[in-house]
């Protein structure tokens, strides 16, 4: 069931506790160290890869409207490789919205409403190979970066709001750029930087100055134009946290949080309070869902469900645990 399924409205307290993030998602990062500082791309000069000249997007559509709201649909972190070991077969690989995009990233933006026009820029054609768009590496046997441009063509101030706070969600690192606005100069367009993912030291510097509230710019001054939510941060640092400090592309499936108010949750041979335990998981604690399946119905902090995640080790019923929705995230169980 989606978010925006039509029961959410009829139902609000209902279903309030399924919806979204928890409210009190714990959130701590620390401030960036003068070697990140360092990184970071220097305001006060001409960037020549955000010039209206690169940002060209391809012919507009009425999309706009999609972001009325700042939910975004799921993501799930498929598997990848990277260069050097065993190529997924054909059947594994990923379409993607456009070249240059890292299959996870790309997955991203489709959770967050992002059609392929709106993608402005994916690997860079800037002379300099230090430029934050270089290619980051190749995965799946394809090259890409994590750095992403937007275009907000149509947008409404209100719109982009929602799409920052979408991207988010999704574990982007994301900033609109607006000239004139927190240390920006030059052609309007949102920057993201993907989370879950092998990246350039650059890279990894502008997704922490993101999490501590910071423009991603030499000047890490604190960004203004729009104030992120606990939980979206809570999302990227989640997802940065996945792709190891960006040093491997491991991680797949989706990362959610035990919720049980307090005991811990106890892991299943299967999807059936029956069935043996097999470990526990602490409340509060991270795990990631590579499936889930349907099996005993249980009620939890967030409801009643039949559903039931798979963690790697065993099950764990999905009515204590934080997905971010109240459907299915994941595959279904083979
Ligand atoms: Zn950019």
């Not at 230090?130 to 970066?145: E, F, K, L, M």
């Not at 149509?154 to 999704?170: D, F, P, S, W, Y």
Request: aromatic share 8%.
């Amino acid at each position: 069931m989606h978010m925006r399924n039509p029961f959410v409205a009829i139902l609000p307290i209902l279903f309030a506790a399924c919806v979204g993030e928890p409210p009190d998602e714990p959130f701590y990062e620390p401030p960036l160290t003068d070697e990140e500082l360092a990184q970071l791309p220097d305001d006060s000069l001409l960037d020549h890869e955000h010039t209206d000249l690169v940002l060209v997007p391809g012919p507009a559509e009425d999309d706009a409207a999609i972001f009325d709201d700042d939910e975004a649909f799921a993501p799930y972190d498929i598997a990848v490789v990277d260069d050097g070991e065993q190529p997924m077969t054909s059947g594994q690989l990923h379409a993607l919205l456009r070249w240059g995009l890292h299959p996870r990233a790309s997955d991203g933006l489709r959770a967050a409403g992002v059609a392929s026009w709106r993608i402005t820029q994916t690997i860079g054609n800037a002379p300099a190979s230090a430029g934050y768009h270089a290619q980051d590496g190749s995965v799946n046997g394809q090259p890409y970066t994590a750095a992403t441009d937007l275009s907000t063509s149509g947008m409404t101030g209100t719109q982009i709001h929602n799409l920052l706070e979408r991207l988010a969600k999704v574990g982007f690192a994301a900033w609109y750029r607006k000239n004139g606005v927190d240390g920006w100069s030059g052609a309007n367009h949102i920057h993201v930087v993907y989370a879950n993912c092998k990246m350039k030291s650059q890279l990894r510097a502008q997704v922490r100055s993101f999490l501590v509230g910071r423009n991603g710019l030499v000047s890490n001054r604190v960004y203004t134009w729009h104030a992120f939510t606990a939980a979206a941060k809570a999302a990227v640092q989640r997802k940065f946290n996945q792709s190891q400090q960006g040093t491997t592309n491991g991680g797949a499936g989706v990362s959610a949080r035990i919720n049980t108010s307090g005991a811990p949750l106890t892991v299943r041979a299967n999807a059936s309070t029956t069935s043996a335990a097999v470990g526990s998981r602490a409340d509060g604690a991270y795990v990631t869902i590579t499936c889930q399946k349907r099996g005993q119905s249980v009620t939890g902090t967030y409801g009643t469900s039949t559903l039931w995640d798979y963690i790697g080790t065993g099950y764990v019923a999905d009515a204590y645990v934080a997905t971010g929705s109240d459907g299915q995230v994941a595959p279904t169980c083979q």
